[in-house]
């Protein structure tokens, strides 16, 4: 009912308009009360108050000032912005992971890990969790026994690493291994058909 009461003001005579007009001025033109007096207001449909309030409760759309995402302008800033706090298990994986294949390579070669493992709960090749691709038996060669060994919370390098791990979690920054799927060092056969996509600090990235 909101909705025919709205196409019918809105396809009403140009008198209408000017009668509104008019009864602020004070200067309504004759023709135009004649115009007005052809609609018999017991004829409108009535706007139930549940649709009235729906229609006051229309968001403003010119309004982007709920848009807070964070810009950064390098990979570092993205990082140094992440506490080291692994809240979760599938960052505590994800950072494992980053820890084990990766501490020492540069940040774009931690990222880069991380988007591997990323990319793979995504193809639908392997499993749909990060846990469950870091743990897939004969992928990961520091696993043992169907799990991460532990790392101590205090080190350098799994702080990096936990953060790293945020940054790719929140795709707070593109990975230069776009859509690759392996990764491993100079010198090593991948040992399935593969396309090169980047090298980065000591290792390949394939898809």
């Not at 920054?173 to 600090?201: E, H, Y």
């Amino acid at each position: 009912m909101a909705l025919s009461l709205a196409g019918l003001l809105a396809t009403s005579t140009p008198g209408l308009a000017t009668n509104v007009t008019g009864s602020v001025t004070g200067d309504a033109a004759p023709a135009t009360i004649m115009a007005t007096s052809a609609i018999n207001a017991a004829d409108l449909p009535l706007v139930p108050q549940s649709a009235r309030a729906t229609m006051s409760a229309l968001p403003d759309l010119t309004d982007d000032s709920s848009d807070d995402g964070e810009d950064f302008d390098s990979l570092a800033q993205a990082v140094a912005a992440q506490d080291d706090l692994a809240s979760s298990e599938e960052l505590r994986c994800l950072a494992g992971a980053i820890y084990f294949e990766a501490q020492g390579e540069p940040l774009a070669g931690q990222l880069a890990v991380a988007q591997v493992i990323l990319n793979r709960t995504k193809s639908g090749r392997f499993p749909s969790g990060v846990c469950d691709v870091i743990t897939q038996r004969g992928q990961f060669s520091f696993v043992r026994h169907g799990k991460i060994p532990s790392i101590s919370p205090s080190r350098s390098a799994y702080r990096t690493a936990v953060a790293v791990a945020k940054v790719a979690l929140a795709d707070a920054w593109d990975s230069q291994a776009g859509k690759a799927l392996f990764f491993n060092t100079p010198g090593n056969s991948p040992g399935v058909r593969v396309t090169k996509i980047a090298a980065i600090g000591n290792h390949i990235f394939y898809r």
